[in-house]
């Protein structure tokens, strides 16, 4: 037994060179990922003349800063409409999904009860059928969802791979506790509200960063099934900022204006417009990830 | 058909991007659609051809008529005529399925333009906007719910005559002949143009007109080729060479072509636009005999690294920025990316002159291929039959020449609110860019005009080029007729084809695999197309 | 719970599991399901102006582009199963090691601040992904300009076709690997701490309780996320790669999804697609089952028991 080493949550304090090691590693890491993401920002906010010279990508802007491209995209306030119509199916969508995903989760778990394995399969099937383009559309038709932004929640709102993810953890909850309160007389929904929520709140929080940056990032369903451009999300907006770009730029416009910015700085402004929402929201979810939640709960 | 369009890859790549799904060739792609996408027996056409009647209410600076190129314009007429005296709606709503290239407009409630646009329309006008590369996907989805638009863009599905017949209203009682005359700034539009509007004998679609406009040709960065004592000319395939090696300096990391010239170097050798005739056959340019030769030369360019290294990993828009910024001097764009140019071009010296093909043994001219005469058409639903009149009204109205009022208000909105006057010429405020957009150009348009207020001087150096290598521009005699295999399997067919000439350019295959290539592309569907095109050719004699 | 009871029994006993189950299935069942029927357009000639009650039957033929065995089908096969196979062998593994070490931090800081950082990619589109490996590794990245300028000769890295795979596959790990860790991290914050401090009590240093204790915590999900991606194995990175495919050619670059891209649904062959999507379905669903039954032997839970 190695006496002279401090134990942190369980584990033995790390030795010298297994700390220089990870303080390596990680350091490359954010490195090979924080360098591409400072030639972004940069882009975005690189004066036209610079971004043209550089033939694109600017990594370290030296003429100063210019928001043209910001502002050129932000003029107009459809982006601004479109955000918040993306925040309100993010927040609807991921709301009605985790709640649908985890009581659907939960019943797979309960292994034994009737027709568990069939439900199973049945889902675990959802996963590797694919509807198809058409079909899909003239469904939503059918349910009478075409130009409603309920069309772009609903459909996807249960991802059978999060159903899985999140049943087998509730299968991995120790059976102790909950045959314990069963013996109490819980009923089943006091069983998943007081036990299984509370105890996988860490994959709970993974599935609804998935659930809402999958609603987030979505633009297909909306391009297919919102005919009103006013209902249209913040992707879909920012595609026909990307699109007119790569394709065409001005020159099937006929059209002349003030000098626009270049497509390199607006497809870059773009994606700082849209991961930056995610990165204000994601340290309220990353709480959730701290060790040991569930000690607590086993002992207490 | 173009043979190494990189836009088009770009475009089905980005189609592909959204997912797997239908995808073609929407847009300003001025090929590509290869043969297809229009009428199927011109016989008939030429009976029910609408009449052309040009419109001459607007003089030009520069008169393009007599060389099958669009007129020039230095400004904006002063005091622009109104074209139309009476609203063309009904006060009912109309609503357009179209696709769009450029950011959504703001709404209705928020949007002067459209309010205004409303109400010389004299009908609410509900436009359904689809980005352009998702246009064949939501296209098939709509047709495939009834969900069409009153009025709508005419999607790359196969089977489009059987389609059109089903949705569309057969528009040929209204069109044909002397009928047209009622819409006048229809009657404008270019007879060539209507190829593409016309299926099985019967006016479908109204066409939106290119032309002369989307030919390829040879930009040069007319200030840089002179600081080296160059001139933008060149006399052989040899002499070609010689310019790019001057214009190449690896050291300064510069590549005289910012992409692979595959087409100019084509039009050195004479090869014709897409097919050429053989009494009633009809015969793929790919077969030329100096496809070989092309590939030889293309080739060398490559490895002698006269070619920007990036010309295959990097995107479109890619060349337009090497050019822009000089760090590659040559580029190969249709005469439609002009202005994009002017606009990116930051050094205030920069200037471009077009080079003119010579033949490739010095013995004179090449010839260009001539851009497609259309880009799209526009249909009207069979449910909205009994509006016909007025639909076609609206498209009337979208279709006003260049130095109209309505031009200038579709295009540049109101002054004051959405354009400032600049020497004259309108120029768009950012109010006016984001509130124009509502994709009116590809609901009908009008002739094509050159007009680049940017660069006092430019229009007439455009016209000038275009003067130059236009008139004797090859023509593609399949364009506007309609195959039906064309339209199911060219792009794959073309994608192909397009794969070996990269493999044999940057010398992953020798040139020899060139001819079985072709010989696949044949059996694989290409001599089909030649049969069912030829077929559609000899009808309309 | 293994004793027999009767239906209604356990119909009783049971349905408030399936009340709870009820929402959930309904969505499936509404927007999953119910579309299904549109697979039967593999067998026609679907045009969407006809609808499925007119479009022509064409028998098998949309099937032909897969089993008509011609080179190119099979390059794209085999190239699809190799990348597949580099991707579970170098790709998958990478986020575990990742979320280990972060794992391992004291400080939850650093770990939070490591974490936001390395998720960022993810959120990027394939189109800049590709963009800034250009940028930096193309024939005039920054890399081969300074080489270039400096006098060396550049390195032929982008459009080279032997150096695509190690191109595709750092491209991907780059993206994908930060936020691939979350659910590792999120199994390791939920293994029981007093495990570790029983296995330090018997004397276990940090290598022994990576090895005894975190380990065995993450296999059941490890597992079942193998079975799952097992059932991807036939799609591998198709806009990554058709936004490629130019710079090195059909021969290195063809995977399944791109070949049938090319072959069927450029030219609006909807039935193509649905014939191509209903192979792949049922391959799939042999190989998730098989490989499900195997772990189950093995005594894992897999997807589920059965």
Known sequence: ?300 | ?541 | MGEKRSLGARLRRDYPVLLLAVPGLLILLAFQYYPLWGNIIAFQDYQPYLGVGKSLWSGFQNFSVIFNGDGEFLNAVKNTLILTLIQTVIVFPAPIVVALVLHSLLSNKLRQFVQTIIYLPHFMSWVIVVAIFQQVLGGTGMINNWLRSHGYSPMHIIGNVEAFRALLTSQVLWKDTGWATILFLAVLSQIDRSLYEASAVDGAGRWRQTWHVTLPGLKPIIILLLILKLGDSLTVGFEQIILQQQAVGVDASDVLDTYVYNNGILGGNWGVAAAVGLVKSAVALALVLSANKIAHRLGEEGVYRG
């Open chain 2, 1 to 541: 058909m173009n043979v190494n369009d990189a836009r088009l890859g770009r475009r089905a790549v980005l189609a592909g991007a959204a997912a797997l799904g239908l995808a073609g060739t929407v847009g300003c792609s001025n090929n590509g659609r290869g043969a297809s996408g229009a009428g199927n027996d011109a016989a008939t056409k030429t009976k029910i051809r609408p009449a052309y009647e040009r419109y001459d209410g607007v003089k030009p600076d520069l008169a393009g008529a007599e060389y099958k190129i669009p007129d020039a314009f230095n400004k904006y007429p002063a005091n622009p005529v109104q074209a139309i005296t009476q609203a063309p709606g009904d006060g009912k709503p109309i609503t357009v399925t179209t696709y769009t290239n450029t950011p959504i407009p703001p709404k209705l409630e928020q949007n002067t333009f459209w309010q205004e646009f409303n109400k010389r329309v004299g009908s609410p006008v509900q436009v359904n906007l689809t980005p352009s590369v998702d246009y064949d996907k939501k296209f098939a989805t709509v047709v495939a719910g009834d969900q069409l638009g009153d009025v709508f863009t005419v999607g790359n599905v196969p089977q489009t005559p059987q389609m059109l017949a089903a949705k569309a209203v057969d528009l040929t009682p209204h069109l044909s002949g002397e009928n047209i005359k009622k819409y006048p700034y229809l009657a404008n539009l270019p007879e060539l143009a209507w190829n593409s509007g016309i299926f099985d004998g019967k006016i479908y679609g109204v066409p939106i007109p290119r032309g002369a406009i989307s030919s390829q040709v040879m930009y040069s960065r007319g200030d840089i080729l002179e600081a080296q004592g160059l001139k933008a000319e060149v006399k052989s395939s040899d002499d070609f060479l010689e310019l790019c090696k001057a214009l190449t300096n690896k050291k300064l990391n510069r590549f005289a072509l910012a992409t692979a010239p595959t087409q100019f170097v084509r039009n050195m050798f004479d090869v014709p636009n897409g097919w050429s005739k053989d009494g009633d056959k009809l015969v793929s340019s790919l077969e030329h005999d100096g496809q070989e030769e092309v590939l030889k030369i293309l080739q060398q360019l490559w490895k002698s690294g006269y070619i920007h290294p990036d010309a295959y990993s990097g995107q479109n828009l890619d060349m337009k920025t090497r050019f822009a910024n000089g760090s590659s001097p040559l580029v190969q764009d249709t005469f439609s990316g002009w202005p994009t140019y002017l606009q990116t071009m930051t050094d205030p010296k920069a200037s471009i002159s077009i080079i003119a093909p010579p033949k490739h043994d010095g013995s004179g001219k090449g010839t260009i291929w001539l851009g497609a005469p259309a880009i799209g058409v526009t249909a009207i639903s069979k449910k909205a039959e009994s509006r016909v009149e007025t639909l076609l009204g609206y498209l009337n109205f979208l279709a006003t020449p260049f130095g109209t009022q309505e031009y200038l208000f579709r295009k540049f909105g109101l002054p004051g609110v959405h354009h400032r006057l600049v020497d004259g010429n309108p120029v768009l405020n950012a109010k006016g860019f984001s509130e124009v957009q509502l994709g009116l150009m590809y609901q009908a348009d009008a002739p094509w005009t050159i007009f680049l207020p940017e660069h006092a001087g430019s229009a007439e150096t455009q016209f000038n080029a275009m003067k130059g290598v236009v008139p004797t521009a090859l023509d593609n005699p399949a364009a506007g007729l309609y195959s039906e295999t064309s339209n199911r399997k060219n792009k794959q067919l073309t994608d192909a084809i397009n794969q070996v000439t990269d493999d044999i350019v940057q010398g992953r295959k020798p040139i020899s695999a060139w001819a079985p290539a072709v010989k696949k592309w044949k059996s694989d569907g290409g001599d089909k197309i030649a049969e069912e095109l030829a077929q559609a050719l000899k009808s309309s004699r």
């Open chain 1, 1 to 300: 037994m190695n006496t002279k080493r401090t134990m942190v949550g369980g584990m033995p304090m790390p030795g010298v060179t297994e700390r220089v090691v990870k303080a390596v590693f990680l350091t490359i890491i954010c490195a090979v990922v924080i360098l591409p993401f400072v030639g972004v920002i940069s882009t975005s906010l690189a004066p036209a003349e610079e971004v043209t010279k550089a033939g694109g990508f600017v990594m370290f802007p030296t003429k100063g800063i210019d928001f043209t491209a910001y502002r050129s995209i932000l003029s107009g306030g459809t982006v601004t409409q479109a955000l918040l119509i993306s925040a309100f199916v993010t927040a609807v969508g991921t709301t009605i999904a985790v709640a649908l995903t985890c009581t659907l989760g939960w019943a797979l778990s309960r292994r034994g009860t009737i027709g568990n394995k069939a439900l199973l399969l049945l889902v675990l099937i959802s996963l590797l059928f694919n509807p198809g383009l058409i079909p899909s559309y003239l469904t939503v038709q059918q349910f009478g969802l075409l130009n409603s932004l309920w069309a772009v929640i609903v459909p996807v709102s249960v991802s059978a791979f999060n159903v899985i993810v999140v049943r087998s953890f509730f299968v991995g909850l120790p059976n102790e506790i909950i045959d314990a309160a069963r013996i109490d007389g819980a009923s089943e929904w006091k069983l998943f509200r007081y036990i299984g929520l509370p105890l996988s709140k860490a994959v709970i929080a993974v599935i609804g960063l998935f659930y809402g940056v999958g609603y987030w990032n979505s633009f297909f369903n909306a391009m297919l099934y919102l005919n009103d451009s006013a209902k249209w999300p913040l992707q879909l907006v920012l595609r026909t900022y990307v699109v007119n770009g790569v394709e065409l730029g001005g020159q099937d416009l006929g059209l002349a204006g003030e000098a626009a910015p270049p497509q390199t700085s607006i497809q870059m402004a773009i994606l700082m417009i849209s991961v930056v929402p995610i990165l204000c929201v994601y340290p309220f979810i990353q709480r959730h990830f701290a060790k040991g939640v569930l000690t607590g709960a086993v002992k207490g």
